[in-house]
C-alpha cells in the first residue's frame, strides 16, 4: 500500500433505503485501515458510526477523503462566513464539511485493491480450469448413457471448444478467439482464447507424438512475437495436450516466466496436461 498521511481521514456511507447517513471524521490511517479498509477488503462486518456495514449491505454511496485540517477548523471557517455575510444555516451538515471538500480517495483505497484481488482469484481459476481439462474430456469420451454420443479429443479444437465452454461456465467475462495482428513468418493470426478484461490470451498445442517437441519449442517464439502485439496482454497461457507424449515435457515447462517483446511486458505459463 502506498505511502499516505497520518491524520484527519473521513469515511461517508449511504445505505439502500435508509435516509440517514453515516460519517466518521478525523481518524488517523491506522484507525482507517483497522475499521474501514481491512475489513473491506476480508468483506468482513465494520460499522462507521453505529451504522453496521457487513457483505451483504447494499450501499449506495461510500466515500473516503482526507484533508490537511480536522473537521472543527471546517465547521469553524463554514460558520464564520455564514455570520460575516448574514446566513443562518441550520441544514448543513457540519460533518460533511471535509467529505466535501477533501482528498477523494476512495477508488484507490477501496476497489482499485479490490480489482487487482479479482484478477488473481480469476487467474487462479483460469490455471486451474487449463490444468484440469483433461479430467472433462475423460468424462465426456466415455458416456456410459446409451444413446448419447461421446465428446473425443482429435485435435486442439476439440480441446479449445471444451476449455472455452468450461471458462465460460465459470466466469463473467467475455471469453472469445481474437483476432491479432498479422505478423510476417507465422501461420495464424489468432489466439485459441482471448479474455480481454484480464488481458489472457490461451494457446492450446495438440501433442501427437514424441515428434512434437520440436515443432511446439520452434512455434514458441513465434507465437510470443505475435501475441506481445495483443495491446491488452498481462499472462500467456500456454497450454500442451497430451504433454506426456512429448520426449521432454519438462523442458517446455521451463519456458514459463516474464517475457519482454518490443518494450512490451507480459508473463508466460506454460501448462502440460
Given at each position: 500500500?502506498?505511502?499516505y498521511?497520518?491524520?484527519f481521514w473521513?469515511?461517508f456511507?449511504?445505505?439502500?433505503?435508509?435516509?440517514?447517513?453515516?460519517?466518521?471524521?478525523?481518524?488517523?490511517?491506522?484507525?482507517?485501515?483497522?475499521?474501514v479498509?481491512?475489513?473491506?477488503k476480508?468483506?468482513?462486518?465494520f460499522?462507521?458510526?453505529?451504522?453496521?456495514?457487513s457483505k451483504?449491505t447494499?450501499?449506495?454511496?461510500?466515500?473516503?477523503?482526507?484533508?490537511?485540517?480536522?473537521?472543527?477548523?471546517?465547521?469553524?471557517r463554514h460558520?464564520?462566513r455564514?455570520?460575516?455575510?448574514?446566513?443562518?444555516?441550520?441544514?448543513?451538515?457540519r460533518?460533511m464539511?471535509?467529505?466535501?471538500?477533501?482528498?477523494?480517495?476512495?477508488n484507490?483505497?477501496?476497489f482499485?485493491?479490490?480489482?487487482?484481488?479479482?484478477?488473481?482469484?480469476?487467474?487462479?481459476l483460469?490455471?486451474?480450469?487449463?490444468?484440469?481439462?483433461?479430467?472433462?474430456?475423460?468424462?465426456?469420451?466415455?458416456r456410459?448413457?446409451k444413446?448419447k454420443?461421446?465428446?473425443?479429443i482429435?485435435?486442439e479444437?476439440?480441446?479449445?471448444d471444451l476449455?472455452h465452454?468450461?471458462?465460460?461456465?465459470?466466469l463473467?467475462?467475455?471469453?472469445?478467439?481474437?483476432?491479432?495482428?498479422?505478423?510476417?513468418g507465422?501461420?495464424?493470426s489468432?489466439?485459441d482464447?482471448?479474455?480481454?478484461?484480464?488481458g489472457?490470451?490461451?494457446?492450446?498445442?495438440?501433442?501427437?507424438?514424441?515428434?512434437?517437441q520440436?515443432?511446439?519449442?520452434?512455434?514458441?517464439?513465434?507465437?510470443?512475437v505475435?501475441?506481445s502485439?495483443?495491446?491488452?496482454l498481462r499472462?500467456?497461457?500456454?497450454?500442451?495436450?497430451?504433454?506426456?507424449?512429448l520426449?521432454d515435457?519438462?523442458?517446455?515447462?521451463?519456458?514459463?516466466?516474464?517475457?519482454?517483446i518490443s518494450?512490451?511486458?507480459?508473463?508466460?505459463?506454460?501448462?502440460?496436461?
Amino acid at each position: 500500500m502506498n505511502s499516505y498521511p497520518d491524520i484527519f481521514w473521513h469515511c461517508f456511507v449511504k445505505l439502500v433505503g435508509v435516509q440517514k447517513y453515516a460519517i466518521r471524521n478525523d481518524m488517523t490511517f491506522d484507525q482507517l485501515k483497522t475499521e474501514v479498509l481491512t475489513p473491506w477488503k476480508n468483506s468482513s462486518t465494520f460499522t462507521v458510526s453505529g451504522k453496521i456495514i457487513s457483505k451483504d449491505t447494499k450501499i449506495e454511496e461510500i466515500k473516503i477523503t482526507q484533508t490537511d485540517e480536522p473537521q472543527s477548523v471546517f465547521e469553524d471557517r463554514h460558520n464564520s462566513r455564514n455570520r460575516e455575510n448574514g446566513i443562518c444555516d441550520l441544514a448543513t451538515d457540519r460533518k460533511m464539511l471535509p467529505i466535501w471538500n477533501g482528498r477523494d480517495l476512495t477508488n484507490e483505497l477501496l476497489f482499485a485493491e479490490k480489482k487487482a484481488n479479482f484478477f488473481d482469484d480469476d487467474m487462479t481459476l483460469i490455471e486451474r480450469v487449463c490444468k484440469r481439462i483433461s479430467y472433462a474430456a475423460r468424462i465426456l469420451s466415455n458416456r456410459q448413457r446409451k444413446g448419447k454420443n461421446s465428446f473425443e479429443i482429435k485435435d486442439e479444437y476439440d480441446v479449445q471448444d471444451l476449455l472455452h465452454a468450461v471458462l465460460r461456465a465459470n466466469l463473467k467475462y467475455s471469453v472469445q478467439e481474437d483476432p491479432l495482428p498479422k505478423v510476417a513468418g507465422t501461420k495464424s493470426s489468432r489466439a485459441d482464447i482471448s479474455i480481454e478484461e484480464l488481458g489472457i490470451l490461451i494457446e492450446i498445442k495438440f501433442v501427437r507424438s514424441p515428434d512434437d517437441q520440436k515443432v511446439i519449442f520452434n512455434a514458441f517464439s513465434q507465437d510470443l512475437v505475435l501475441y506481445s502485439a495483443w495491446p491488452h496482454l498481462r499472462k500467456l497461457l500456454y497450454v500442451i495436450y497430451n504433454a506426456n507424449d512429448l520426449s521432454d515435457p519438462e523442458a517446455l515447462e521451463k519456458l514459463s516466466g516474464p517475457k519482454k517483446i518490443s518494450g512490451k511486458e507480459f508473463a508466460v505459463n506454460v501448462i502440460l496436461v
